[in-house]
């Protein structure tokens, strides 16, 4: 298990996209690792907040690595080529090393040992080479002065907060396991045009676990036909509500926004809005979601209900207000 304390693994990667190559971690510096990808929405402004963080610590012995891991292409040359092409558009005065691992051995060393399931995540090296935090990239701007001025991984709430992230993180890694073997059958059946066994993969999915990251916002469907995407949408979408009702207590901020856009796609617009309200409502329980996942879903949901009625009415409605235990959200055009 890789926790608070742990030595930092090693860095293993197949090439350096920005900056200098970095074959090990030097000792009296400290590094923040940040695994990204191309695909994920949040990653354009956490690379941006990497780079003030970059600017205003580099006296103090700060150095910022993104290690790009995670692109879906099917060759690396290709990964590689989409890789150049973000950084070039988003971040073209980048101030930090990017590495890149197309072989998963980043994943191996880094995520699945720390049960982290997606991105983006932060790793947190001290100057004695040794984790002093994983998690959010939104969490650095308190931790980081504190491991910089070492008071950090000693604290009763570094301690805390360790143990509260592998308590929530390790279920969902393991389901994510256990779930890997159908994502794999139904995006190679997307590649061949096999309906019918994309179908098969995502009940199989379903029955599993109801409110699937299958349907995580950072999957995109949209390269199914529309008729596929029609008839799979009625027949998955009752699926999904009758495992996962909408009066149940089971979470549905990942499974409730596909058959919202089933429905909003299909003009009723009404139902689309209602489900992601639905959605919205079960970030706040009563089963405990880990902030990072709030605040990584919450802006896709939110966007999705604005456009949900804008169509229902021609207009953004402004005004309605959702709150969570951690701060109040205002739905507003």
């Known amino acids: 298990m890789l926790r608070m304390g742990s030595p930092a693994p090693s860095i293993k990667v197949g090439d350096w996209l920005r900056g200098?190559?970095?074959a090990d971690f030097h000792p009296g510096k400290v590094y923040i690792a940040q695994f990204w990808a191309t695909w994920c929405e949040l990653c354009a402004a956490e690379m941006l907040e990497l780079m003030q963080l970059q600017e205003k610590?580099?006296?103090?012995?700060?150095?910022?690595v993104g290690i790009a891991a995670?692109?879906?292409?099917?060759?690396?040359?290709?990964?590689?080529?989409?890789?150049d092409a973000w950084l070039a558009e988003k971040c073209p005065d980048l101030n930090h090393r990017i590495a890149f691992d197309?072989?998963?051995e980043m994943k191996k060393l880094w995520r699945e040992p720390s049960f982290c399931v997606g991105v983006p995540t932060s790793f947190v090296v001290d100057r004695d080479g040794c984790i002093a935090f994983i998690g959010h990239p939104s969490q650095l701007g308190e931790v980081l002065p504190k491991v910089l001025n070492g008071s950090w991984r000693t604290s009763k709430k570094a301690k805390a907060a360790d143990h509260e992230r592998i308590a929530t993180s390790e279920p969902l890694a393991r389901e994510q396991a256990l779930k890997k073997p159908m994502d794999d059958r139904f995006w190679a059946a997307v590649k061949l045009e096999d309906w019918k066994t994309a179908l098969w993969a995502i009940e199989q999915g379903i029955a599993l676990m109801p409110d699937d990251q299958l349907f995580h916002p950072a999957n995109d469907h949209s390269r199914l036909p529309p008729a596929e995407r029609f008839a799979m949408g009625k027949e998955l979408s009752e699926h999904i509500l009758a495992l996962n009702?909408?009066?149940?207590?089971?979470?549905?901020?990942?499974?409730?926004?596909?058959?919202?856009?089933?429905?909003?796609?299909n003009g009723n617009n009404d139902r689309a809005i209602e489900l992601v309200e639905v959605a919205l409502t079960s970030l706040d329980g009563p089963e405990p979601i880990p902030a990072e996942l709030k605040e990584q879903h919450l802006p896709h949901l939110l966007q999705a209900l604005a456009k949900y009625r804008g169509a229902s009415r021609g207009r953004y409605e402004t005004g309605r207000r959702f709150d969570f235990s951690h701060r109040s959200h205002v739905a507003r055009a």
Do not use: I, M, N
């Not at 995670?70 to 890789?83: G, I, Q, S, Y």
């Not at 009702?245 to 796609?265: L, N, T």
């Open 20 to 22: 200098e190559p970095l």
């Open 57 to 64: 610590y580099k006296d103090s012995g700060l150095e910022v």
């Open 70 to 83: 995670d692109e879906d292409a099917p060759t690396a040359v290709e990964a590689r080529t989409k890789l």
């Open 102 to 104: 197309f072989t998963g």
């Open 245 to 265: 009702p909408p009066q149940g207590d089971s979470p549905k901020f990942r499974s409730y926004p596909a058959v919202a856009r089933y429905y909003h796609e």
